[in-house]
């Protein structure tokens, strides 16, 4: 079980700490350019941007804070002067937009935001507009203002359970969901997945894509490095063709990034000196055993599944080293636990497929929300997903409960079916949706990136049904396929299949129209 005092600002376990154990002088953050910050630095800059936000601009603990940067090293700096000054932050992404950034300011009602000068523009356009939002400050004018204080600052003295992140979750449709965590929390998923799973040294150096607005990130690239006085290499661009000349130039041992990532990486690695990894971590969505079978045949290492989700903060289901089983996402991490459910609550035996549900000490707690009382029930936390238990307590995914197909009477999970598509040698991304069908009433629809050198002929889409039907059911081969450039994604590395499906809606509704003529 895991226990932390009563009084707890956990800024001072990630940071302070190693400068009283001496070792202040360790490397916290690496950057592009040849940036380096100490511990002692980050300290420094950490409790300089605490006596801006509290003498300055106004901070009490409890005041909500708005961050948007790229992954940077002032972008750390402010994130964990938030928390040390009793604030909470509210972490965005880069990419959104004016309208989206309205509905987190207004649901969260904060007042002040601090932002990287080149992210100004949509966020200036909801503080015109906005009731809450009294105040924007730039980085560079944060960067002055925090030069003429002291790099001194005394945390605030909060409890183990006050709020100090909202993570937002944007889903795939709808209104932002935003889940509460506490101190404790962001200490939890550290010495929970980290500790037992991850199992990181001070001599590790972690790198990674996932924004820090992701929790995925914000755990894998500072969490987890600091709790072990660790280093870690921000990088503002990180697509996968920026992230292996990141690896060959900063020699990292420890890699964060999405599945769809690491296989776009495969057939570059020969190109770039990858060989200081020693652990690669892949999340956000499912990962596929072709992916998992390719990065090991090419580097030789197992990569590391896991699924996380917003509202417990990280990864609650995965495995370590020697207990990996490819294909299956692993076993409940230590300290939470993991069910899978009928649709009347009921416990489901081992080898039936059902909704996941999970519990553990860093969540749910939903703010001012519904959902808290449809998707929280007795503690237990439903995800959303279909899983499968087997008789060894390995979770296997199976689909996002609303990607099931169902086509004449049958249920596919378009997963399995993307799973099997990424096994053949000419298919570099996947994704299958139903198409609504006027015989079948969906069919399987798989939109398909081929690999340079392969051709979108008929006889390939030919190929591919052929190949399918021989590595799973022949019922769930995809009727259709369509040969397309890229596949839509979000900002977290996830397939929007929601628009894949819209897609596919209106191929079918234009088909139909062309049929009556
Ligand atoms: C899906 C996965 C299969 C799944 C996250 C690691 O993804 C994260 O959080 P989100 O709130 O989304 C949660 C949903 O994403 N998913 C994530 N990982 C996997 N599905 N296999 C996986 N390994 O549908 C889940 O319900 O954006 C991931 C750490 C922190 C996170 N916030």
Redesign the pocket.
């Known amino acids: 079980e895991l226990r932390y005092p009563d009084r707890l600002n956990c800024v001072t376990e990630f940071i302070d700490r190693h400068l009283r154990e001496g070792r202040g002088g360790s490397v916290a953050i690496l950057a592009p350019g040849g940036l380096t910050w100490t511990y002692a630095d980050l300290a420094a800059e950490v409790n300089r941007i605490a006596n801006v936000l509290t003498r300055e601009l106004g901070l009490v603990p409890g005041n909500r804070v708005l961050l948007r940067a790229p992954n940077n090293p002032t972008m750390v700096a402010a994130y964990l002067a938030v928390i040390k000054a009793g604030g909470i932050v509210v972490a965005t992404m880069p990419l959104l937009r004016a309208k989206e950034l309205t509905e987190i300011v207004d649901k969260a009602e904060i007042g002040l935001a601090l932002c990287d000068d080149r992210l100004m523009d949509e966020l200036a356009k909801t503080g015109a507009s906005s009731a809450f939002l009294k105040r924007i400050v730039g980085f560079a004018e944060l960067s002055s203002l925090a030069a003429a204080v002291s790099p001194e600052f005394a945390p605030v003295d909060t409890v183990r359970d006050d709020v100090c992140l909202f993570?937002f979750?944007s889903g795939t449709t709808g209104k932002p969901k935003c889940t509460m965590h506490f101190h404790r929390d962001l200490l939890a998923i550290c010495d929970a997945y980290s500790g037992n799973v991850l199992k990181p040294q001070a001599t590790d150096r972690f790198i990674g894509s996932p924004p820090l607005a992701?929790?995925?990130g914000l755990?894998?690239l500072v969490l987890f490095p600091f709790r072990v006085g660790a280093s870690t290499v921000l990088l503002e661009k990180a697509s996968p063709g920026d992230l292996l000349p990141a690896i060959a130039e900063f020699k990292p041992t420890i890699c964060f990034t999405a599945?769809t990532a690491y296989r776009a990486m495969i057939p570059a690695l020969s190109e770039h000196n990858w060989r200081s990894l020693r652990k690669c971590v892949?999340?956000?969505?499912?990962?596929p055993k072709a992916t998992f079978d390719a990065w090991k045949a090419a580097t030789g290492l197992e990569l590391m599944?896991?699924?996380?989700?917003?509202?417990?903060?990280?990864?609650f289901?995965?495995a370590p080293e020697g207990e990996i089983r490819p294909g299956a996402?692993g076993k409940p991490v230590p300290g939470y636990q993991a069910k899978v459910i009928g649709d009347h609550g009921e416990d489901l035996p081992p080898g039936t497929p059902g909704r996941?549900a999970v519990r553990g000490p860093t969540g749910c707690r939903y703010l001012a929300d519904d959902r808290q009382a449809k998707y929280v029930l007795a503690g237990w936390n439903i995800?959303?997903?279909t899983y499968m238990a087997d008789a060894d307590g390995y979770f296997w995914?199976q689909a996002?409960n609303d990607d099931m197909i169902v086509s004449a009477g049958y249920n596919i999970a378009g997963p399995e079916v993307e799973a099997a598509l990424l096994a053949h040698p000419a298919v570099a991304e996947a994704g299958v949706v139903g198409k609504p069908d006027p015989e079948r009433g969906m069919i399987v629809q798989a939109y398909v990136v081929l690999k340079p050198d392969f051709p979108a002929v008929p006889a390939m889409a030919v190929e591919l049904q052929v190949y399918v039907k021989a590595e799973i059911a022949p019922y769930k081969y995809p009727r259709a396929i369509s040969f397309v450039d890229k596949l839509p994604r979000t900002e977290?590395g996830?397939l929007q299949r929601f628009t894949l499906r819209e897609i596919a809606k209106a191929e079918a509704a234009s088909a139909e129209a062309a049929s009556a003529d």
């Open positions: 993570g979750t992701f929790t995925f755990g894998g599945p892949s999340a956000g969505e499912a990962l599944d896991g699924i996380g989700a917003t509202e417990m903060l990280h990864i289901i995965s996402t996941l995800t959303g997903d995914y996002r977290t996830k």
